[in-house]
Structures are given as C-alpha cells and as structure tokens.
C-alpha cells in the first residue's frame, strides 16, 4: 500500500477503536435503537455539510437516484444491523469482547470477497497474514476473555452476525458503489441508515427516551461525527484502492487501541500477553499487505 493508504488504514482503526468504548458509555442511558439512530443521523449530517460547504462534488438527484436501491443495501446491511446488533450486545458483554469478536472480519471477508471479485484472490500470504493477526487479536484480548467470557452467548452470537454484515456489505460496496466518490457513498449509507432506524425507533420506542447526560451526547457526536462520518469518508476511499479483504484488516487494530488507552488513561498494566497479542496483530496487518512476485494474478474484469 503506499503511504497516504497506510495513513488512513491506521487512522481509521484508532477512530473506530474507540467506539466500542463509547458505544458502552451511551448504551447505559438509551436505547440501542436512539443510539444508532443518532449515530447515523450525526453521520449523514457531519458529511451534509461536508459537501455543502465544499461544493466540488455533483450530489444533484440525477446522480443519487441510480444509486438509492444499492445504498439502501448498504444502509441496511452496514449501519443499522451492525451499528444495532453491537449497541445491544454491549448491553450484555464487555466492550473488550465486542471489540475481539469484531476482529473475526477479515475470516468472514476473506471467503466472500473472492466470490464475487475477481481481483481480490486468496493467496497464501493472505491467509497466513489473516491467522496470524487473529491469532495476535485472541492473544492480546485474552485477559477480557477468562475475566468475562461467561457473559451471555446471546449477545456474543449478535456481534458474529454484525461483523458477518460488515463483511458482506465491504464485498457488496466494492462491487456496486465504485462509480460514486467515497464522500458520496458514505453519505448515501449513513442517510439511509438513520431513516431505517428512525423509522423503527419512532414506531416501536413508547416512550422514546432521549440523551439527558452529557457524557452521552458527547458519545453520540463523538460516534457521529468521527466513528461515522469521517470513519466511512476513509472506509469507502480504501476500500476502492486496496480492496475488501485488506480493508477488513483494520478491525485487528480496535483491540490494540483499546489495551494502549487502558495503560495511558486507566493505569492498566500492560503485560506480555499484550506486547506479543500487538506484534502479531501488527505482523498479520504487513504479510497480507506484501505484494508477492510468486503470486502473479491475471487482471480479470469483474
């Protein structure tokens, strides 16, 4: 990958790195539901303005209208169902565990992807860079593991089945977004994200209870405005040049961050668990991103 590539992978995972922690802090004052729905509402609007104020991207209904079915897809498959299933599930198990489980992607992403995309073969360095960062992510997780791990297998299968979503939907993007700028998709996804969710939250939510704390809307904008709308600008622009199965990589490094901000804001100890757990995740992320001149690939149009 080149720099700017490796810039913004690395950005993207601290940014989404801390969501799992803020995603715990909202959840004890509302609704999975009010917080997806204002996650994804904060996103879209973040990007709005973005384009608004910018003026150098055609986002006329000319533009949108052959693109609402595929970004319903993707609004649908990766906001509301993982942003819903994970808010939930944190309700029931540590943010430690949610952020593990969602490093299972790139095993999910690395058996769909070449179905559907020719370009994005598995090869061996894929898969022995795969192995070895999920082997890092159970090393470095595994104190949260035997400290919680009895939580409940509910709300660990929601967070499967979220990250399952998340890689269907980065193979989906791939295929069907590419003819929009990143900044369009992501704002496309996100509108369609807040409208269904909304939508169930205003007819199923009696009362609907909003944010009283501010430590809560300072989670939301924080999980808005950075884990949603700078996040996805990044996300869909990656994910156009260095294709899914690298892009599902960047969810080995949430568990990293999160040991890191525990040693330097909690006084957490960081133990050897945590330093080999880090150099494996960091070892995975390089073999998967090496070009290997063993493995030529025939350009096949998708």
Known sequence: MKTRDWFLFWLLGIIWGTSFLWIKIAVQEISPLVLVGFRALFGALGILVILLVSKNQDFSWSVIKPNLFNFFILGLVNIALPF?????????????????????????????????????????PKIVGLITGFIGVVILM???????????????????????????????????????????QAFLQLAWGAAIVWSIALTVENPLILPSK???????????????????????????QIGPTRMSMVTYIPPLVGVVLGVLFLGEQF????????????????????????FPRRKVSE
């Open 271 to 294: 133990s050897w668990t945590a330093l080999i757990g880090a150099l494996l995740i960091l070892s995975g992320i390089t073999i998967v991103n090496q070009e290997k001149i063993s």
């Open 84 to 124: 819903l299933l994970i808010s939930w599930a944190e309700q029931f198990i540590d943010s430690g565990i949610a952020s593990i489980l969602n490093g299972t992607m790139p095993l999910f992403t690395i058996w769909i992807s070449p179905i559907f995309i020719s370009d994005d073969r598995i090869t061996p």
């Open 142 to 184: 595994s104190p949260s593991i035997r400290g919680g791990w009895s939580s409940s297998l509910l709300g660990q299968a929601a967070v499967l089945l979220a990250v399952f979503f998340y890689a269907s939907a980065t193979v989906f993007a791939r295929r069907q977004g590419g003819k929009l700028a990143p900044i369009l």
């Open 214 to 240: 501010p430590l809560t809307w300072v989670a939301l904008l924080w999980l808005g405005l950075l884990g949603s709308c700078l996040a996805y600008i990044i996300y869909f622009n990656l994910l156009h």
